[in-house]
């Protein structure tokens, strides 16, 4: 399971630890979601999501401040602190008082806080947090970035998958990841494809060896993550299997539970696979804006036959 640890957040999100005496490091997220106390205030705690980061904002900050005597600080403080929250954060930069700090030590949850309003803020944690703990699976393959399509290029190992991304690169394309491709589902629709920090900007040609791609065609030719919208398929050409070859409806394949447009290349002397796969992108690309250039082709063909058979039913008249 994917976590994340707490110190990690702070670095990203630019917080500031009010309680500098609670390390931060040793504390994990599981849970993308967030949480505003608002009932907890109020000494309601059924159903409360203690395992979420707690965020406050105006609103709470003005119930904590004009509505709750020092009695009700101390009391319900120490009640909402003590069922093992992961931290507190505070923004629009709001100070919290002395008795939430004290509940705060006594039960070791850090306080933190962030001068952004509590709206953005929490959209950009959220999305934060869903790319980070995203579920996650590693696979053999090729990521590049051709005319912002990404597209995933598969295929049994020694095919040409690392020779084809060296050609795109080339050709003014972006490689993401050589050899293994870590694919996070961020949501039901979007795949998200990164390189391991262990191989990130480099590839493996065999014969040659380890090729820094970042250091020998600058830094536009590659980037850090992208989505996964069309995956290429290499396989070797075998003259008894059937190929596609209008393209009238199209194949997926799945990856977390989504499915993502499939195209299986053959693989055979003479055929240019970096032109293959640019090809593949921008028709996928006017696949999206509404142009399918096969189903064009089908209409023209029925408009044509269905033109010649009344051209034949007025000569048989």
Known sequence: MAVVR??????QMDLVNVTPQIDLHPIRIREPEINRPGTQLAGYFDHFAAGRIQIIGLVEYSYMTHKMSDEDKRTLYDAYLSLDIPGVIFCRGLEP?????????????PILKTQMVTSAFMAEIIRWLNVRLAPTISIHG???????????ITGESGIGKSETALELVKRGHRLVSDDVVEIRKVS???LVGTAPSVTKH????????IVDVKTLFGVSSVRNSQNIDLVIELEEWSKDKEYDRLGLEES?????????????????????LSIICEAAAVNHRQ???????????YKR???????RQGENDDEDE
């Open 97 to 109: 008082d002395g008795i939430f700090l004290e509940c705060a030590m006594k039960h070791r949850v």
């Open 287 to 297: 696949k999206q804006m509404g142009y399918n250039a096969a189903q064009a082709l």
């Open 188 to 190: 039901e629709e979007t």
């Open 6 to 11: 707490l110190s990690e957040i702070a670095q």
């Open 301 to 307: 063909v029925t408009e044509n036959l269905m033109r």
């Open 252 to 272: 997926y394949t799945e990856y977390l539970g989504n499915k993502v447009v499939c195209h299986r290349i053959p693989i055979r002397p003479g055929r240019n």
């Open 142 to 152: 090729v990521l590049v970035d051709i005319y912002g399509v990404g597209v995933l």
């Open 202 to 209: 480099l590839i493996e040609l065999r014969g040659i060896g």
